[in-house]
């Protein structure tokens, strides 16, 4: 739905935000985070030309596409947090959408990923295998090849599995990553690079506690 909706739009989102679970959370380019209580929020940004495009007719059309997301999923499952456009000398003119996702799953299916948030054992039940090679990750970089078999025998390590390019945030301290896909760019931010056209595309891993 995702990449439908916005590689015709071309917009994205990013900002500051405050979500209905209190949870704050800034970002000045596309970032997905994945709150504490396991809640997802999206953030985008992309530039805005309003010589293609009208802005409420772009508003419309978000609105339209998440009610129909919501109508098939439960409410709750998806909602519309902020949609403005801004404008300035330095960046022109940007569009800025913010989106509340009930849970992991409902942001791989409106969005069209391949996307996990959760424990390792909930991974390994969805059938995501470990067989990578992977990088530590001390005080927001990254250190050096590991060998995972420990860090999965804790039962506080989460994961996120991602196929997408944008950057992941997470609530907790980043232990480990997937090599050759991910930037570590600080302790609880990771870039993800995810080329959509490539078949043999890999999803990133991140392991935070």
């Known amino acids: 739905m995702r990449r439908k909706l916005y590689a015709t739009l071309l ?5 500051g935000m405050t979500t209905s679970c209190g949870t704050s959370f800034e970002a000045d380019e596309s970032t997905v ?9 999206g953030a985008d ?10 802005e409420e007719e772009l508003k419309a059309y978000i609105t339209e596409s998440i009610e129909n997301y919501v109508e098939s999923n439960g409410d709750g499952s998806l909602e519309l947090r902020k949609f ?5 000398e330095e960046d ?13 799953i409902d942001y791989a299916l409106f969005n069209d990923v391949t996307f996990f948030a959760g ?9 995501y295998a470990f067989d990578r090679n992977f990088l530590k990750v001390e005080e927001g ?11 999965l025998k804790d039962e506080k390590i989460k994961v996120v599995i ?48």
Not at 34 to 40: E, S, Y
């Open 92 to 104: 022109g003119v940007t569009a800025q959408l913010y989106l509340d996702y009930a849970t992991y």
């Open 162 to 209: 991602i196929a997408d390019e944008t950057v992941v945030q997470v609530d907790g301290d980043i232990r480990c990553v997937s090599e050759g896909n991910t930037e570590v760019s600080g302790k609880n931010t990771v870039r993800v690079h995810y080329d959509v056209e490539d078949t043999e595309a890999q999803p990133a891993y991140i392991f935070y506690k």
């Open 119 to 127: 424990t390792v054992s909930e991974a390994q039940q969805e059938e």
């Open 45 to 54: 940004i992309e530039d805005f030309n309003k010589e293609y495009y009208d």
């Open 141 to 151: 970089a990254a250190a050096g090849s590991m060998d995972i078999e420990e860090l």
């Open 11 to 15: 917009i994205f989102a990013a900002a």
């Open 33 to 41: 985070y994945i709150t504490k209580d396991g809640n997802v929020i």
């Open 84 to 88: 403005q456009t801004e404008s300035s």
